[in-house]
């Protein structure tokens, strides 16, 4: 690999080899530019949010809720669509319901059931935030081909299908 193609994985890997290392260097290098992409991807949607006055995972909140299409969910609906603890999840819900952009009542039928839905306001800035941050992840993947989008989405699709279930594995 001539230098000028070598990015700093790669540097990496050629030192590890150095000392004697012997392992897969392709795993090392995948993760490790997964986990730069993830930190980057992150990063730039975290200032995007800022915008907006919105924590990354606020906008998960506001965002699950509007693409789910119902008129509510329930907290537990919400954490376990968005992979959370019970315990972020409600301190996600206080924060947004402070800011007025959605409302948690309780059920007529079943007082211990809650309800979270959007506030008009809710409405109005996930309608106003989501098409920025779907423009942001085209931005970031525009110098990919959409051929070449896909076949990365289905390999790291099957990656983590494969993670996912050594994990379980592991257990």
């Not at 949010?49 to 969910?73: I, Q, S």
């Not at 329930?74 to 992979?83: C, K, R, V």
């Not at 989008?149 to 379980?168: E, M, Q, V």
């Amino acid at each position: 690999m001539s230098p000028q193609n070598m990015d700093d994985l790669d540097v990496i890997m050629q030192q590890w080899k150095h000392v004697g290392l012997e392992t897969d260097a392709d795993a090392i290098k995948v993760v490790g530019r997964i986990l730069r992409i993830a930190k980057t991807i992150e990063q730039q949607l975290a200032e995007l949010h800022r915008t907006f006055d919105l924590k990354p995972g606020e906008f998960d909140v506001l965002a699950t809720l509007k693409r789910e299409n119902k008129c509510y969910l329930t907290p537990s609906e919400l954490y376990q669509s968005m992979l959370l603890t019970s315990g972020a999840m409600t301190s996600r819900l206080d924060r947004l319901e402070q800011k007025m952009l959605i409302q948690r009542k309780h059920c007529q039928q079943d007082r211990r059931k809650v309800l979270v839905s959007l506030t008009s306001s809710g409405k109005k800035l996930i309608n106003t935030a989501y098409p920025a941050h779907f423009v942001l992840l085209e931005k970031l993947l525009s110098s990919i081909e959409n051929k070449d989008k896909a076949l990365l989405a289905n390999l790291l699709k099957l990656t983590l299908a494969s993670i996912d279930s050594s994990t379980i594995d592991t257990l």
